[in-house]
């Protein structure tokens, strides 16, 4: 089935720091992707849609500055966050849904890449 | 504003008991209403519904939807501690298929022993 993978996992560092999250479709091509943001015991909240080619689509409130993604491909996008600050510690998830079959695929997700900053 | 209502929010139950959750939405444009259970990692799906009145199964899970009510729910029979989850009830709109999904808080599932 299809498959979205997510990188890294876990990160700890130093407020200041900027930290990349790698989100790819493993078997299928993804123009559009999503990341959501998830604080505990809080649901998913969609931040942007990031599309391949073209400027990502941030939620109101999400600073696209402080978040950057770039979808240089198909099959990878990227979420930066620059200097990250101890608020932005949370639960990152991308998503994607793969083509064809009309509108009846589900969204898949990565496995999140939980971001502690100290 | 589109909005997605889970209840309950947590829910303890005993092994072998059947759990009942509900999700009521609205949304504009209505496309499909998905649920996935989520661990200590991102979600995995679970079911897809895009019409009225056909139950989705699978083992002791199933799922169904009353497009005209706005709301679905999700079963649970012969429940295992290994049910223990949050399950996320999520939905999707518009015409072009690939808009973000809208989820509503969860439902905080235990089953203890």
């Known amino acids: 089935g299809a498959v979205v993978s997510q990188h890294p996992s876990r990160v700890i560092c130093k407020s200041g720091t900027s930290v990349k999250i790698e989100c790819r479709s493993l078997?299928?091509?993804?123009?559009?992707m999503f990341w959501y943001r998830q604080f505990p015991k809080q649901s998913l909240m969609l931040m942007a849609t990031?599309?391949?080619?073209?400027?990502?689509?941030?939620e109101q409130g999400v600073e696209k500055d402080k978040f950057l993604i770039n979808h240089a491909s198909l099959t990878l996008s990227t979420l930066t966050v620059t200097s990250a600050h101890p608020e932005d510690s949370s639960f990152y998830i991308c998503?994607?849904?793969?083509?064809?079959?009309?509108?009846?695929?589900?969204?898949?997700f990565g496995d999140g890449t939980r971001l502690s900053i100290l | 504003e589109d909005k997605v209502v889970q209840s309950p929010l947590s829910l303890v139950v005993h092994e072998g008991d059947t759990v009942t959750l509900n999700c009521s939405y609205e949304?504009?444009?209505?496309?499909?209403l998905l649920w996935y259970k989520q661990e200590k990692k991102a979600p995995t799906f679970l079911f897809m519904l895009?019409?009225?009145?056909i139950e989705k199964k699978s083992g002791r899970l199933s799922s169904i939807l009353d497009k005209k009510e706005l709301f679905s729910i999700l079963n649970i029979t012969a429940t295992q501690t290994g049910d223990s989850a949050v399950y996320l009830c999520?939905?999707?709109?518009?015409?072009?298929?690939?808009?973000?999904?809208?989820f509503g808080k969860g439902t905080r599932l235990s089953v203890i022993a």
């Open positions: 998503s994607a849904r793969p083509p064809g079959q009309g509108t009846n695929q589900p969204q898949h």
């Open positions: 078997d299928f091509q993804a123009t559009t």
């Open positions: 990031s599309n391949e080619g073209s400027k990502a689509t941030y």
């Open positions: 949304v504009t444009n209505f496309r499909s």
């Open positions: 895009t019409s009225s009145g």
């Open positions: 999520a939905v999707g709109f518009g015409g072009s298929g690939n808009t973000p999904l809208v």
